[in-house]
């Protein structure tokens, strides 16, 4: 028996199943002592938990480290403590937690936007405090003896970041999408991924599976000898992957700049470790998550010389504070918002602060003088033809390359006036989906509309990847879509000039564009905008590169 869902991350894993633990509910009979005592344990667990996520924060990098901080935030918040007393005179601490969880995923419910995305980490610190409280086990991923295949409803950022890639080497979730948290983490850990496999077994019938991140398959106990090829075949094509050694190019020679995305040193540090040509999205918001107050042109030019460092001579691409949203910074906070991820984040904060940009750009170019690096720096959240030609001109006083991400239809539909008045422009997929379909990139109802294989988003990038030709342009794309060496190719038959992914999806990328021509290319680009849907467009650039 198989299944299918979205393929996220390629390769083939097969091995015995593992479920996710059940989350751990407070007894109907907890005893209730006195509402300093309940207060005091719920304060005590929350600490140890949200020592934990720390240290294992500690242990990771990029976006599994930023999930576990966060996370780790959430559980020492003291307005969690606020709602916990409210229910402490009556109940015991597990319960006086699951009232006090429940309230609160309500009001974030109704705020929408980032609140309501942070309902599914909320959650997770109630499910861990009230385990904590209880005595009882963490719930979560299990830890299995041997290499084991996951299955879950759906899986708390903070599981998905502790993951650990050698014990568990094959995921398949029921909800989810390409651009999801799992996603974007199975993605760094390099471990083969599908999401939105609606039908998934989660009872425990299914011994074995074998997920296939690259077609989307789960089958349920598969034929041993099958399962066999499929991995064999998946380790020769992992092996020809960490054999590339780059440069990006086509069989026939057509050049492709493929880079890493980071987001701060010690990430830059390993990406760099990989044939990369440079990092072509340095986040840089990122390292300042945890500041409540603006960090001073001294402070960030310190931060972004250690990642120029480490990119050596190669080309950095720089974009600036995209704050706001999902990625809230203390010292940009513009206020409470009816729907965030449409409100002032990215380049508009800069309207209302325009020292954060001027400061971050100072840096930015005290940073480049001290560095060998090439330099470029992109604005995010361009929607108008006038915010890109300020923007470009406060670049380039300082001396650098100047650039804006294309993350808006509007932008993608202005692309030609936009590449008049800077020197490339970056494509972010992961946002220009969600405003193409009207569809939140967290919503797992919502992952079929913000698949990067949907024809509607491929003729955006078409029409700026034209735009570039016609104005001798680069043309780059940055955003989860570079990651899939498949979609890759169609990329850069659409005519996209560099690609820039997880440091750990580098080698697989380089390495498939290594085995087509560019007319095998294009003719998948052809084949992915003729499609009716993500899945059909998949088995038609198959069809297309055999």
Not at 269 to 297: C, I, M, N, Q
Not at 355 to 370: C, K, N, T, V
Request: negative net charge.
């Amino acid at each position: 028996m198989s299944s299918s869902g979205t393929p996220v991350v390629p390769g083939v894993g097969t091995g015995p199943v593992v479920v996710t633990a059940e989350r751990v509910e407070a007894p109907a009979d907890e005893p209730h002592v006195d509402r300093d005592t309940t207060v005091a344990a719920v304060t005590t667990a929350c600490a140890t938990v949200a020592d934990r996520l720390t240290a294992r924060a500690g242990h990771a990098s990029g976006a599994a480290a930023e999930v576990l901080q966060a996370t780790a935030a959430m559980a020492r918040d003291r307005g969690l403590a606020t709602f916990v007393g409210r229910h402490a005179d009556t109940s015991g601490p597990a319960t006086a937690m699951t009232a006090a969880v429940a309230q609160l995923a309500t009001m974030f419910e109704s705020a929408g936007g980032l609140m309501a995305e942070r309902v599914t980490d909320l959650y997770d610190v109630r499910d861990r405090v009230v385990a904590e409280v209880l005595g009882l086990p963490e719930p979560g991923v299990p830890s299995p003896d041997v290499p084991s295949v996951l299955f879950a409803d759906d899986l708390a950022p903070a599981d998905t970041a502790g993951l650990d890639p050698v014990r568990i080497i094959a995921i398949a979730i029921r909800l989810g999408g390409a651009t999801s948290h799992t996603a974007i983490i199975a993605r760094q850990l390099g471990i083969p991924c599908v999401v939105g496999v609606r039908d998934l077994p989660l009872d425990g019938s299914a011994a074995t599976a074998l997920v296939d991140g690259t077609t989307g398959e789960v089958v349920l106990d598969p034929d041993a000898a099958d399962a066999a090829a499929r991995a064999a075949a998946d380790a020769e094509r992992r092996a020809a992957s960490a054999a590339w050694t780059g440069p990006g190019a086509t069989l026939d020679g057509h050049a492709v700049q493929v880079m890493a995305n980071v987001q701060d040193a010690a990430g830059a540090v390993r990406a760099a470790a990989e044939p990369v040509e440079g990092f072509g999205l340095y986040r840089t918001e990122l390292s300042f998550l945890d500041r409540a107050s603006e960090p001073t042109v001294d402070e960030q030019a310190e931060i972004y010389r250690a990642v120029l460092d480490a990119a050596g001579d190669h080309k950095v691409v720089v974009r600036t504070l995209d704050a706001g949203s999902d990625k809230p910074l203390a010292f940009a906070d513009m206020g409470t918002e009816p729907n965030p991820a449409l409100g002032v984040r990215g380049l508009r904060i800069a309207t209302e602060r325009p020292e954060l940009l001027d400061h971050q750009l100072d840096a930015i170019a005290a940073a480049s003088a001290q560095s060998s690096a090439d330099v470029w720096v992109m604005a995010p959240m361009v929607s108008v033809v006038s915010e890109a030609v300020d923007v470009a001109a406060r670049i380039r006083e300082r001396g650098l390359t100047a650039g804006v991400m294309i993350e808006t239809p509007s932008a993608a539909l202005l692309a030609d006036r936009l590449l008049q008045h800077v020197d490339f422009v970056s494509i972010g997929t992961n946002d220009l989906s969600q405003y193409t379909f009207a569809a939140d990139r967290m919503a797992a109802s919502l992952s079929h509309l913000t698949d990067p294989w949907q024809p509607a988003l491929l003729t955006l990038v078409a029409s700026v990847a034209g735009a570039g030709e016609r104005a001798g342009k680069p043309v780059g794309v940055c955003g989860e879509a570079a990651a899939d060496p498949l979609l890759a190719c169609v990329l850069v038959g659409l005519g996209v000039t560099s690609l820039s992914c997880a440091a750990s999806a580098v080698r697989s990328v380089g390495a498939m564009l290594a085995t087509v021509t560019l007319e095998q290319c294009r003719a998948a680009a052809e084949a992915a905008l003729a499609a009716d849907d993500p899945a059909d467009g998949r088995a038609r650039v198959r069809a297309a590169l055999a």
